[in-house]
């Protein structure tokens, strides 16, 4: 099988093989956590470090494992993976880490980060892994992260509060208050409204995918139309 280029790997991630919107992997932390952007931003940050780490150590030893072995040496990867970002989390942002909870070590068994190592990173050199665990880390955060923003706007009328509980003091004022006098729509932060938002931007997602892909189409279509010929002469 040959190795995909660094551009389809991006596309994949960020768009075509999408965790959450595509593959739909990993939906229980999604729609837990993401009831604001600090809790999304935290989990995204934490299944990257997970995502990056696992595809790197399993790409190391994919021609030493054997395949009666791999699927245990790859979870034992994950699990120490995700305990030194537990370790971090609670030395560097430990109220955030009180928030995530039981979601935190559950990373291990996030299907997007064992799918990866098994589909992608067992079978690729170290490079292509690392771009792998890279794109697909940022295609599922950045869908945490739209799907965390959109969530605390409906349900509270502002934006990234409490983004102190991560980056630290220089955050504390980075609330931005979109209504003052917004009651709030409750639907948006229980969820119920996860389900549906999540389900928007599938939905989203797919209008625009067909919509790319009829323009492609219309695009070939005018390509390869038929060519008129001009016949000289005369016809005794």
Known sequence: MSTPSYGQITHNGL???????????????LLAVTASVVNALGLAIATLF????????????????????RLPAFVLIIAAAV????????????????????????????????GRADAFAAKNPLMPALADGVMMGL???????VLGAIRELLGTGAIMANMDLLLGPMAKDWVVV??????????????????????????AKNVIDARIEKANKSQVEVQTGSKRVRVTGEIA
């Open 83 to 114: 305990t030194g970002t537990e370790l971090l989390m609670q030395a560097y942002a430990y109220e955030l880490y009180q928030i995530l909870g039981i979601f935190l070590p559950l990373i291990t068994t996030n299907c997007v980060i064992l």
């Open 50 to 69: 997970v995502l990056v780490t696992s595809n790197l150590c399993v790409s190391l030893i994919r021609n030493v494992v054997t395949d009666s072995i």
């Open 139 to 145: 295609g599922f955060g950045l869908v945490l992260v």
């Open 178 to 203: 979109i209504a003052s006098d917004y009651t709030g729509l409750l639907l948006a932060i229980l969820p119920p409204g996860a389900f549906i938002i999540t389900g928007l931007l599938i939905a």
């Open 15 to 29: 768009w075509k093989n999408n965790p959450a919107l595509v593959q739909l992997l990993g939906l229980c932390p």
